[in-house]
């Protein structure tokens, strides 16, 4: 069981580093043709500029950027959590339901229905709002 | 595991590369023919028999590209995002099976596993963003964020209601339980809620704000070129080939619905063809889908995701798990999840926050405009109008 258990992670990690090589494979075949000159490799002050509207970039480059992101993020968090607990609930609903009856229901529907009761407090302060 | 079991499943995943590589070179061409057919263009002609050498043709060029480095990049950022992009996007096919017992690792958490490794691909999207110190790479990345995440939450619960019905998170006993009744039948309204954001999720149209050419410019991509802009490419393709396959498996039955009668090698081979039929039908829903609308706004897309998607997969959820603890009959189901997926479109084409203003243009003819304006009728040399 245990030895299935790591075997599983070994697979994982052996298509991780096949999916890790073949794009910088990608990389590094596209440098070699660099070297090789097959491909162009002209770098120029203009050329290596950042990509603006026809201006030069002016101030930071990396800029401000507007708060609302962190409470979409605050919000995700908590909904992406809930579904982590829903995850095995789901998965065993029908054993444990006859298991342990109604109780399995309504501790989820309680559980659900205090998510629900957050997500209409973010609603109604506004933080769904986008405009 | 012993060293031949390491190159037996190596050889699998360089197998699968190579197979998920060439389907990714299809649907770039089959995309550009569908695109161009809606448009009523041509589209690819010249490679080729019809043009069917086009992608060929991309990838060499891609790849003899000008590889360009801007100098405020941040280098190690910019250089490993296409990476951080593309293992995601490879990572989901250890547990995807294409028919009974023809998959590399039959996982049993399956479903929670692909769950898990799809959210990674946001962290290439912003580091792909930050890395190029570009305005509108940032804010293209930190659109990815809020995107994918807002909308990571409906695509989670409607995979949870197929859970509920299979009692299982192993993708192949999901579609053995579909023999009889695609769950899309008894769940028409989660089968919406997992299209919907998983086009999101793929930053498709009309969910592509994230690299909305004519707002973001190309978002995290724009400072990108040649073999690097060709690994978010790859990636986005296949991603675009995941999520037709998972529909396929969790809603349309799979290889198994409606008769798979044979078995054996006959059997597989039939049910990996089934499969691919199926999954190139919903391809081309996709394809369409991009043909046919415009792309949303982001405080639309943030509403929608938010105010529509997230209640409708609560309610999905607590239909499902009413219906199946008093063991009403599954039709019972089928006609709630209709009702109300008739009720989500009828809202979503009819309610205040969707429905923009829009300009009418009336066309009236020349002569119309002349008599109602007054201006003199012009000289027609002679001719009699």
Known sequence: MLDEYFRQYGVIAIFAALAVAVPAGMLIISWLLSVLKIRPNNPSTVKNSIYECGFETITERWSNFNFRYYSIALLFVIFDVEVVFLFPWAASFGTMSVQFGAYVFIEMAIFIGILILGWLYAWKKGSLEWS | ?385
């Open chain 2, 1 to 385: 595991m012993t060293l031949s079991e390491v190159f037996i499943i190596l050889a699998k995943a360089v197998i699968l590369m190579l197979s998920v590589s060439f389907v990714v070179l299809l649907l770039t061409y089959a995309e550009r023919k569908a695109l161009a057919r809606i448009q009523q263009r041509m589209g690819p002609t010249r490679v080729g028999f019809r043009g069917i050498l086009q992608p060929v043709a991309d990838a060499l060029k891609l790849i003899t590209k000008e590889d360009i480095l801007p100098t405020w990049a941040d280098k190690g950022i910019y250089w490993l995002a296409p990476i951080a992009v593309f293992v995601p996007a490879f990572l989901m096919w250890v547990t995807i099976p294409v028919a009974q017992q023809v998959v590399v690792e039959n996982l049993d958490l399956g479903l929670l596993y692909i769950v898990a490794i799809s959210v990674l691909s946001v962290l290439g999207l912003v580091m792909a963003g930050w890395g190029s110190a570009n305005k509108w790479a940032v804010m293209g990345g930190l659109r990815a964020a809020g995107q994918l995440i807002s909308y990571e939450i409906p695509f989670i619960m409607a995979i949870l209601g197929v859970v509920m019905l299979a009692q299982s998170l192993d993708l192949t006993e999901v579609v053995t339980q579909q023999n009889s009744v695609p769950f899309a039948l008894v769940q028409p309204l989660g089968l919406f809620i997992f299209l919907t954001s998983a086009l999101a999720e793929l930053g498709r149209t009309p969910f592509d704000i994230h690299h909305a050419e004519s707002e973001v410019v190309g978002g995290p991509f724009v400072e990108y070129s040649g073999a690097h802009w060709s690994i978010f490419f790859l990636a986005e393709y296949m991603n675009t080939f995941t999520i037709a396959v998972l529909t396929v498996l969790l809603f349309l039955g799979g290889w198994s619905w409606p008769i798979m009668p044979f078995d054996g090698f006959l059997h597989t081979t039939l049910s990996a063809i089934w499969l691919l039929l199926k999954t190139s039908a919903v391809i081309w829903l996709i394809f369409w889908i991009r043909g046919t609308y415009p792309r949303l706004r982001i405080d639309q897309l943030m509403a929608f995701g938010w105010k529509m998607l997230v209640p409708l997969s609560f309610l999905n959820i607590l239909m499902t798990a009413v219906v199946l603890f008093y063991s009403i009959p599954l039709w019972v189901l089928t006609c709630l999840s209709g009702i109300f997926l008739v009720a989500a479109v009828y809202i979503i084409r009819f309610s205040a926050s969707s429905s923009m203003e829009r300009e009418t243009i009336r066309l009236i003819s020349a002569k119309e405009l002349r008599s109602k304006v007054g201006i003199p009728p012009l000289e027609t040399g002679g001719k009699p109008e």
